[in-house]
T-cell receptor, first 109, second 117 residues
Framework: QKEVEQDPGPLSVPEGAIVSLNCTYSNSAFQYFMWYRQYSRKGPELLMYTYSSGNKEDGRFTAQVDKSSKYISLFIRDSQPSDSATYLCAMSEDDKIIFGKGTRLHILP | GAVVSQHPSWVICKSGTSVKIECRSLDFQATTMFWYRQFPKQSLMLMATSNEGSKATYEQGVEKDKFLINHASLTLSTLTVTSAHPEDSSFYIC?????????????FGPGTRLTVL
């Protein structure tokens, strides 16, 4: 079993819809949970991070962590065509980051 | 936020040649930098940790003699792919944590696409 599992998609939703992206993990020692956005042929950029169970909101983005279920989610409200990208979940223990495969998201105008 | 640059952004080379990729932190010092490799539709896989003033540490399965890493200064790390082969074609990305060194504040470079013919 891989440490981090993420459905690669692609996921296509109409503009304005709520997007839900998810990852599961197996290593209970992970301390930090992050979401990165990566545009084609670019490096990833950090969207959100958290280190505790619960919700964290930043504008249209909400990150959710459930450590008991080893499950994290990213919600995007009022999705825009500019949100079209690959979203990678990532987790860390110490100084190493383990990435999910990434979910390709297409927001249809 | 902090900026990390990579050079070149893309490179095409013949099989058997060596290719050097540079990673620079532009407005902060980085005693540690990380090198990742990303194959199409795959996740970023950590290859090695570059440490200024000491040897790099490699992840299991990564050949240290093939992927030479030199952390020449507090703002520059280089990755040299020696005797490159078509299977080394990939997207190579570096990252560096800023002065706070909290892992979630790593800044990623734009990546270098390597194609080996």
């Amino acid at each position: 079993q891989k440490e981090v599992e993420q459905d690669p998609g692609p996921l296509s939703v109409p503009e304005g819809a709520i997007v839900s992206l998810n990852c599961t993990y197996s290593n209970s020692a992970f301390q930090y949970f992050m979401w990165y956005r990566q545009y084609s042929r670019k490096g990833p950029e950090l969207l959100m991070y958290t280190y505790s169970s619960g919700n964290k909101e930043d504008g249209r983005f909400t990150a959710q962590v459930d450590k008991s279920s080893k499950y994290i989610s990213l919600f995007i409200r009022d999705s825009q065509p500019s949100d079209s990208a690959t979203y990678l979940c990532a987790m860390s223990e110490d100084d190493k980051i383990i990435f999910g495969k990434g979910t390709r998201l297409h927001i249809l105008p | 936020g902090a900026v990390v640059s990579q050079h070149p952004s893309w490179v095409i080379c013949k099989s058997g040649t060596s290719v050097k990729i540079e990673c620079r932190s532009l407005d902060f010092q980085a005693t540690t930098m990380f090198w990742y490799r990303q194959f199409p539709k795959q996740s970023l896989m950590l290859m090695a940790t570059s440490n200024e003033g000491s040897k790099a540490t490699y992840e299991q399965g990564v050949e240290k003699d093939k992927f030479l890493i030199n952390h020449a200064s507090l703002t520059l790390s280089t990755l040299t792919v020696t005797s490159a082969h078509p299977e080394d074609s990939s997207f190579y990305i570096c990252s560096a944590p800023d002065f706070s060194s909290r892992v979630y504040e790593q800044f990623f470079g734009p990546g270098t696409r390597l194609t080996v013919l």
